[in-house]
Structures are given as structure tokens and as C-alpha cells.
């Protein structure tokens, strides 16, 4: 089935560790994000990839790191210097061009204890 | 102010009610509009994109007002099921496809 897939769904980490999150999709999209959620929050961007080898910061990008070596992954390394790292995280991808929809993964709920 | 804006609810309907949600946003240059729906602890699945025309899709109706910078989502003899929340989101012209999500709306729809 096509589709991205997010690992692990739930992650417990203690404060100082850094951690990765995984992201891939078999859908041939180009573009791929990643967003972070709060209770009572929109979602916000971190980092976007819109090709492989290349990667911006999103309005959240302190604390966060990402790399981008295949179009089908887009790993997600939250470090020791993010804040507050407690959140829900969603990768999403597009498929390029004029197309506007972004597409989510089922989301990693990551845990700082 | 918020770059979208949307009542946060809860609205809680009987089944089979019509319900309206409305979404402001602030950035004229906004191109792309979308209602995503998202169930509690999942990801945010697209509902329908908004043309300015108007569309609709089953049960749900989708309006955009340039102009005045509002979209709505109306959901027409409720199911339980709908029970979830409604995710406004907009993109602006040019760039990289950001797109700028509402907090959402949660609807409870009840027997």
C-alpha cells in the first residue's frame, strides 16, 4: 500500500537525550515536512525538503535538526537543545508541482521525561 | 492576531443536525484553502479543498469569501461518526506550499 509511514508511534525519552524520528513515504512525492502539535494548537512547521539533499527551516526550527539523502525519508532529530519537546510530531508529504495537498503520516507522540 | 482564527467549540449536535463552522484568515495573499479533519490522537486527513465557486462533497459544503477573508464548512444531517475535529488550513502564493492550520474546531455529535 502507498502511503508514510512514522516510527515509532509513541517515544519516551529522558531530558538532555536527543532522539530521531523516522519518516518515509513510497508515494514518489518530492516534497516532505514535518510539523509539531500542541494541545490547543495548530500545527507548526519545523523543517520542509522540497528534493532530496535539500532542506529549509520552517518558524520552529530551533532544537531540531533534519536530513534528506532519499527522496522516500526525511528523518527527524529532535535535540537536548529544543526546549520543550513534548508534542505530537507529523511528517507529511506533497507530490510537487501545482499540487497543494499534503498528505500525513499517522504521527510519532514523543514524551521528554 | 492569529494567521487563522477558528472557534475552537466544542459544538456539541444531535445526530442528523446541520452544523456551520467558519475559519478567518489574516493573509490576503493566501492561495489554497483546505478543511482537514482530524479524529483525537491522529493525523490530519484532507476533508475537501475550498474553491471560491463553492463545493460540495456528500453531505459537506465548503464556501470561500475572498473578499472578506472567511471560509465555512457546513455538514448537512450529522453523523456520529463526524465526530472529530475540523482543521481550517490555508496556503500562501509562491514558496514552498506552506501551509498555516487553525487550532480546529471540535464538533461532538451525539444520539
Known amino acids: 500500500d502507498g502511503g508514510i509511514t512514522q516510527s515509532p508511534k509513541y517515544l519516551f525519552r529522558k531530558e538532555g537525550q536527543n532522539v530521531t524520528l523516522s519518516c518515509e513515504q513510497n508515494?514518489?512525492?518530492?516534497?516532505m515536512y514535518w510539523y509539531r502539535q500542541d494541545p490547543g494548537q495548530g500545527l507548526r512547521l519545523i523543517y520542509y525538503?522540497?528534493?532530496?539533499?535539500?532542506?529549509q527551516k520552517g518558524d520552529i526550527a530551533e532544537g531540531y535538526s533534519v536530513s534528506r539523502e532519499k527522496k522516500e525519508s526525511f528523518p527527524l532529530t529532535v535535540t537536548s537543545a529544543q526546549k520543550n519537546p513534548t508534542a505530537f510530531y507529523l511528517c507529511?508529504?506533497?507530490?510537487?508541482?501545482?499540487?497543494?495537498?499534503?498528505?500525513f503520516g499517522p504521527g510519532t507522540r514523543l514524551t521528554v521525561l | 492576531r492569529k494567521e487563522v482564527e477558528q472557534d475552537p467549540g466544542p459544538f456539541n449536535v444531535p445526530e442528523g443536525a446541520t452544523v456551520a463552522f467558519n475559519c478567518t484568515y489574516s493573509?490576503?495573499?493566501?492561495?489554497?484553502f483546505f478543511w482537514y479533519r482530524q479524529d483525537c490522537r491522529k493525523e490530519p486527513k484532507l476533508l475537501m479543498s475550498?474553491?471560491?465557486s463553492g463545493n460540495e462533497d456528500g453531505r459537506f459544503t465548503a464556501q470561500l469569501n475572498r473578499a472578506s477573508q472567511y471560509i465555512s464548512l457546513l455538514i448537512r444531517d450529522s453523523k456520529l461518526s463526524d465526530s472529530a475535529t475540523y482543521l481550517c488550513?490555508?496556503?500562501?502564493?509562491?514558496?514552498?506550499?506552506?501551509?498555516?492550520f487553525g487550532a480546529g474546531t471540535r464538533l461532538a455529535v451525539h444520539p
Open positions: 507529511a508529504s506533497r507530490s510537487g508541482g501545482t499540487s497543494d495537498t499534503q498528505y
Open positions: 508515494l514518489n512525492h518530492d516534497a
Open positions: 525538503s522540497q528534493i532530496v539533499n535539500d532542506f
Open positions: 493573509n490576503s495573499a493566501s492561495q489554497s
Open positions: 475550498v474553491y471560491s
Open positions: 488550513v490555508v496556503t500562501l502564493s509562491g514558496g514552498y506550499n506552506k501551509l498555516i
